[in-house]
Nanobody, 116 residues
């Protein structure tokens, strides 16, 4: 089992920045990919960014050039630096960890609200 604890959400004005953190514990040796997803009210959960254990990354088109995902394997932590935030980035952001056997683990979610 893997436990994920997120932090760093909050309220920010459009154009501002936030950094989300997600600390993993438990069977961390089993984790391959970590990432962030988000879910806005009335919408499906969507991929924001993912990063592999070797630090290969992939981003949703809507956040490319604004968000940066990074990973500290020594601290078992993944970060999401969010810059130039827009009101449409408002959502609950969920940390995800995927094991080598394709088991998904989720954090509890952290609210990000961007005011116009």
């Amino acid at each position: 089992q893997v436990q994920l604890v997120e932090s760093g959400g909050g309220l920010v004005q459009a154009g501002g920045s936030l950094r989300l953190s997600c600390a993993a514990s438990g069977s961390i040796f089993s984790i391959n990919v970590m990432g962030w997803y988000r879910q806005a009210p009335g919408k499906q959960r969507e991929l924001v960014a993912i990063i592999t254990k070797s630090s290969s990354t992939n981003y949703a088109d809507s956040v490319k050039g604004r968000f940066i995902i990074s990973r500290d394997n020594a601290k078992n932590t993944v970060y999401l630096q969010m810059n130039s935030l827009k009101p449409e980035d408002t959502a609950v952001y969920y940390c995800n960890a995927r094991s080598f056997t394709m088991v998904n683990y989720w954090g509890q979610g952290t609210q990000v609200t961007v005011s116009s």
